[in-house]
């Protein structure tokens, strides 16, 4: 133990004698100041980590790896939300469309997809039961992270299973287990009562809710592990969905970035991904 202090006073120069006043020496060198650290927007990197697990693929039209979009495609986006999905299948040119709940969300998705080469925009204020459309509607059908919100699924299913044509296809989303099941006891509790998440879908589980509902699933994959954990911080973070400013944030969106421009990144997002994804998604068809 001894060498081992007389190996750090070495090293730090401790046992020798100063040649000048140590406090005028120090006093004497400039302090850099540090460098200003640069908040990384936590969405701008969910985006880039989306694009490497298949989100919109410009360069291949798809909205998701398999589900491609394109001018005569009719698409219907049930819970549109915000209309992420249907903005990138109106500037495909496709015929959109938009079916929410909340009729402020249905006209300010009409108002964003207003200035895009769509064939046409078409709004609806739904809750899906049932979709005022008629039968053999859509050739393309998107459902992203409405299925847990819903008191009868199969019911649900069903209705986007009417609408679409033969041979039309299916992109649903749901949230994974693996992350929800993080969230219990951490999350308001109002993030597992209506109208949020009423039940927490099994991946198994899912998979037999599309085919019970008379679909064919062409794949099923799991995505975002960078939001399972940013969401969990969070919820013990109490800051603002739409300002998220906090430390513990700041520093796992950096870590995140990092990890995603290293040379190993996608192998280990990949890794993560089948453990812990925000979410699993299936592209399925109608026979």
């Given amino acids: 133990m001894r060498n081992f202090f007389e190996r750090f006073e070495r090293l730090l120069g401790t046992n020798q004698t100063p040649k000048s006043n140590p406090v005028q020496a120090v006093a004497a060198q400039a302090v850099p100041a540090p460098a200003p650290v640069v908040r990384i927007n936590p969405f701008d990197i969910g985006l880039k980590d989306a694009a490497r697990d298949g989100w919109y693929r410009e360069a291949k039209g798809e909205v998701y790896e398999g589900f491609p979009v394109d001018a005569e495609d009719v698409v219907v986006d049930v819970g549109c939300g915000d209309g992420g999905c249907s903005l990138f299948c109106a500037n495909r040119g496709a015929h959109v469309i938009a079916v929410d709940i909340d009729a402020a969300k249905i006209a300010a998705t009409i108002e964003r997809l207003a200035a895009t080469p769509a064939r046409q925009v078409q709004g609806v ?16 059908v998107i459902s992203m992270e409405v299925i847990e919100h819903v008191d009868d699924p199969a019911q649900f299913l069903s209705e986007l299973v009417r609408i679409g044509k033969p041979g039309a296809q299916y992109l649903l989303a749901v949230p994974d287990p693996a992350s929800e099941q993080m969230q219990v006891g951490v999350a308001a509790a109002s993030y597992f009562q209506k109208p949020n998440h009423v039940r927490i879908i099994q991946r198994d589980e899912f998979e037999k809710m599309v085919t019970d509902a008379g679909l064919i699933i062409e794949s099923h994959s799991y995505y975002s592990f960078y939001w399972s954990l940013w969401m969990l911080f969070f919820w013990i973070c109490e800051v603002d969905l739409w300002t998220p400013e906090h430390p513990l944030l ?30 699993q998604v299936i592209v399925a068809r109608k026979p």
């Fill in 125 to 140: 204020v739904s809750d899906a039961n049932p979709i005022e459309l008629a039968d053999g509607t859509a050739t393309k």
């Fill in 250 to 279: 700041d520093s796992w969106t950096r870590t995140w970035s990092a990890l995603l421009d290293s040379p190993q990144g996608d192998q280990v997002r990949k890794s993560l991904n089948l453990v812990m994804p925000k979410s």
